[in-house]
C-alpha cells in the first residue's frame, strides 16, 4: 500500500523551444468575430435610438404648442381649430374613461379566462382555446371597429342602451339617449381587444407559479378554488398587475377601432353613454388635415403625450411581470 | 373557520360545517372560469361570421385586379389595396427584418450585462408604443422632409412596429438552441461569429421564420401608422416614393363611406385581410408545433 508508482519524470531540455507556427490572427479576437459583434451591437443599440428618436422628434414638433400652451394644454377643455385654441382635455377624459371601462370589462373575464387555460381546463382543450384567443388579438384594429359599427353599435342602441336607461337613467352615468356610439361601445370594444393580452401574460404568471405550491394545497384537501385562492394567486398578484397595466397600454394607444365607434365630439361628458373621442382617434382624424403649423403641433403633443404614458406604463408593467417571474424562479 | 390543528385534523376526515360551503364556492369559480372562456369566443365567433357573410359575395376576381369604382359606379375591386399591402410588407420586411434579428442576436450571442438588460427592456417598451405614435413620427421625420406620402414611410412605419416582435423571438429562440452545438463548432476552431451565424442562427432560423410570420400578420392589420404616411391611392401605384393605397385603410374608406356598394366591398376587403391574418397565424402556429420550432425539443 505504502509503495508509489513513481512517474516518469519528462527530462527538461535546455533547448529553448521551436518557434510557434505563424498564425494567421492575433491571439485576440479574430477580425471576423470583432466586425460582427460589432455590427450586431449596432443593431442592438439602434433598438435604443428609437424611442430616443421618437421623443425627440415629437418634443420637437410639438414646440408651438409647448410653448404657447404650456401646462394649460392638458386642462383647457377647448379645441377649436378656427380660432387657434387647442385644449387636450376632452381627448384625455375620453382616452381615460374608455379605457377604464374595458378593464371593468376585460379584467374579471381575462383573469377567469387565464386560470382556466392554466389551471382548470382539460389539457386537451387548453392549446386550441389558447390559439382561438391568439386569433382574437391577431384581428386587425380595423375589422374590429367596422363590426362595431354594424353590429355592436346596433345591439347597444337597440336593446342594452335602453334597458341600462330604464333602470339606471337617474344616474348621471347612464343619462341621455341611446345612440350606440359614445363611450360605451369604445369601452366594449377595447375590452374584446385587451383580453388576450391581459390572458397571454397573466398565463404566463400563473405558468411560472411552482407546480409545488399547488401540490401542497392539494395535498391539504384545498378545492380548486383554495388552490388558487392561496398558493397560487398571493405570488402572482404583482404579476397580475403587470398584466392588467399592459392591457390598459393597449387600450390606451388603440386608434382605428375606437375612432370608429367613439363619436368622436370633443366633449368631456359624465355619461358613458353619451358620444366621446379619444387622444389617438382625434390624432386619426385631423393630423393629415391640420392646416396650420400650430394645429399640426398641438396634435403632435398629443402623440407625444400617448408615448411618455406608453413608455412609463410598460416599464412599470414589465419589471413587476419579470420581478414576479424572476421571484418564482429562484425559488422553485 | 377554526384555526386549532384539532378542527383542521377533524376537516380532513368528515366533512365539518364550513365544509359544503368551501366546496360550493369552488364549484361557483370553476363556473365563472369556465363562463368566461365562452364569453370570449362569442366575439371571436361572432366577427368572423359576420365578416364571412357580409363580404364573401363580392369574392372574385374583379376584386383583385380592378381598380376602385368611381363614386356611383358598380363593380371594381381593391386590387391595388391588394398589392399594396403586399408592397408595404415587402419594404417593411427589409428595413425591419435585418435590424430585428440582428438586434436579437445581439441580445441573445454578443451583449453582455447591463447594455443587453437595458436594450432588451427597451424592445419589449418599443413593442408597446402606439402605432398612431409611430405613424406621427414617421410622418415628421419624412413625409415632412420629402414633401410627401410615400410608401416607403408607410413601410418604415411598419418595420418599426415589428421590430420589437422579431427581435424578442430571434433571442427567444437563439436561447433554445443546445450550447453544446456552440461548443462542438468552437471546439472545432470555427470562429466564434461564424458559429453564431451558421450554427446557432441557422438552426433556429425556422423558429424565427415562425415569428417573422406573425410579426407580418400584425402589420399587414394596421391602419393607424399607414394614414399618414403611405395614405392612400385610387390607382396602380408601384414606386415607392409616392402614396401606396393599403387593404386596411381602403377598408377604413369605404367602411366609413356612406355607400352600400363601398361598404360591401369594405367586408369582402375585411374578409380578404382576416383570411391573410389567419393564415399566417395557423401556418405559424402548426409550424411551432410541429417541432419546427427551433431547437424546441
Known amino acids: 500500500m505504502s509503495q508509489v508508482e513513481e512517474l516518469p519524470v519528462p527530462e527538461v531540455t535546455s533547448e529553448p523551444a521551436p518557434p510557434a507556427p505563424a498564425r494567421p490572427a492575433p491571439l485576440g479576437r479574430p477580425t471576423g468575430d470583432r466586425a460582427f459583434r460589432g455590427v450586431m451591437t449596432l443593431f442592438g443599440l439602434t433598438i435604443l435610438a428609437v424611442p430616443a428618436m421618437m421623443v425627440a422628434q415629437l418634443v420637437h414638433t410639438s414646440k408651438l404648442s409647448l410653448a404657447k400652451f404650456g401646462l394649460s394644454f392638458l386642462t383647457s377643455t377647448k379645441w377649436d381649430p378656427v380660432h387657434q385654441e387647442f385644449g387636450a382635455w376632452p381627448f384625455i377624459y375620453g382616452t381615460v374613461v374608455s379605457s377604464l371601462l374595458a378593464l371593468v370589462i376585460a379584467v374579471p373575464v381575462s383573469i377567469g379566462l387565464a386560470i382556466f387555460l392554466s389551471d382548470l381546463a382539460p389539457s386537451r382543450l387548453r392549446k386550441p382555446l389558447g390559439f382561438l384567443v391568439e386569433l382574437l388579438a391577431a384581428i386587425p384594429s380595423v375589422v374590429y371597429g367596422f363590426w362595431g359599427i354594424f353590429v355592436l353599435v346596433p345591439l347597444l342602441r337597440e336593446s342594452v342602451e335602453p334597458t341600462i336607461i330604464k333602470y339606471l337613467g337617474s344616474i348621471p352615468f347612464f343619462e341621455g339617449p341611446p345612440l350606440g356610439f359614445g363611450m360605451l361601445a369604445a369601452g366594449v370594444i377595447l375590452a374584446i381587444m385587451i383580453v388576450p393580452t391581459i390572458t397571454s401574460v397573466t398565463r404566463e404568471v400563473l405558468k411560472a407559479v411552482p407546480d409545488t405550491h399547488r401540490e401542497a394545497a392539494i395535498g391539504l384537501g384545498a378545492t380548486p378554488w383554495d388552490t388558487i385562492r392561496y398558493a397560487v394567486l398571493p405570488s402572482a398578484r404583482s404579476g397580475i398587475v403587470g398584466a392588467i397595466i399592459l392591457g390598459l397600454n393597449r387600450a390606451l394607444g388603440e386608434t382605428m377601432a375606437v375612432t370608429m365607434v367613439i363619436g368622436n365630439r370633443p366633449k368631456a361628458a359624465a355619461s358613458i353613454l353619451a ?34 404614458v406608453a413608455l412609463v406604463m410598460n416599464l412599470a408593467a414589465r419589471w413587476l411581470v419579470s420581478m414576479t417571474k424572476n421571484k418564482m424562479g429562484a425559488r422553485s | ?17 364550513g365544509e359544503r360551503a368551501r366546496h360550493l364556492r369552488s364549484r361557483i369559480f370553476t363556473a365563472l372560469c369556465t363562463a368566461s372562456a365562452i364569453i370570449v369566443l362569442v366575439p371571436l365567433f361572432s366577427i368572423v361570421l359576420y365578416v364571412v357573410k357580409r363580404g364573401l359575395a363580392g369574392v372574385s376576381v374583379a376584386f383583385f385586379t380592378r381598380l376602385p369604382a368611381p363614386v356611383g359606379e358598380t363593380g371594381g375591386g381593391m386590387g391595388n389595396a391588394v398589392v399594396g399591402t403586399l408592397v408595404l410588407i415587402a419594404i417593411a420586411c427589409a428595413i425591419g427584418l435585418p435590424i430585428g434579428i440582428g438586434a436579437g442576436v445581439y441580445l441573445a450571442e454578443v451583449g453582455r450585462g447591463r447594455l443587453r438588460t437595458v436594450i432588451r427592456f427597451t424592445a419589449d417598451v418599443l413593442g408597446g408604443v402606439p402605432s398612431i405614435t409611430v405613424g406621427v413620427f414617421v410622418y415628421s421625420l419624412f413625409v415632412v422632409t ?74 399587414a392589420g394596421e391602419t393607424a401608422p399607414l394614414i399618414f404616411t403611405a395614405f392612400n391611392n385610387r390607382y396602380w401605384s408601384f414606386s415607392i416614393d409616392r402614396p401606396m ?38 401556418t405559424a402556429r402548426i409550424a411551432a408545433s410541429r417541432g419546427l420550432g427551433g431547437a424546441r425539443r
Open chain 2, 146 to 219: 420629402m414633401h410627401r406620402f410615400s410608401a416607403l414611410a408607410g413601410g418604415f412605419a411598419l418595420a418599426l412596429v415589428m421590430i420589437p416582435t422579431v427581435t424578442r423571438t430571434t433571442e427567444e429562440l437563439l436561447r433554445l438552441v443546445p450550447p453544446h452545438l456552440r461548443e462542438a463548432a468552437l471546439g472545432l476552431g470555427v470562429p466564434a461569429w461564424r458559429a453564431s451565424v451558421f450554427i446557432m442562427l441557422r438552426t433556429a432560423l425556422p423558429g424565427i421564420a415562425t415569428g417573422v410570420m406573425l410579426a407580418v400578420a400584425r402589420i
Open chain 1, 275 to 308: 358620444p366621446g373621442y379619444s387622444m389617438a382617434s382625434v390624432i386619426a382624424n385631423e393630423f393629415a388635415e391640420a392646416d396650420s403649423d400650430l394645429y399640426l403641433s398641438a396634435l403632435a403633443e398629443m402623440a407625444l403625450l400617448l408615448l411618455v
Open chain 2, 1 to 17: 373557520m377554526s384555526a386549532t390543528p384539532e378542527a383542521r385534523g377533524h376537516s380532513l376526515l368528515e366533512p365539518g360545517p
Open chain 2, 245 to 282: 393605397a393599403s387593404l386596411p385603410v381602403q377598408i377604413l374608406t369605404y367602411a366609413t363611406s356612406p355607400y352600400k356598394d363601398w361598404q360591401d366591398q369594405a367586408w369582402t376587403g375585411a374578409l380578404v385581410l382576416i383570411t391573410l391574418v389567419f393564415f399566417l397565424n395557423l
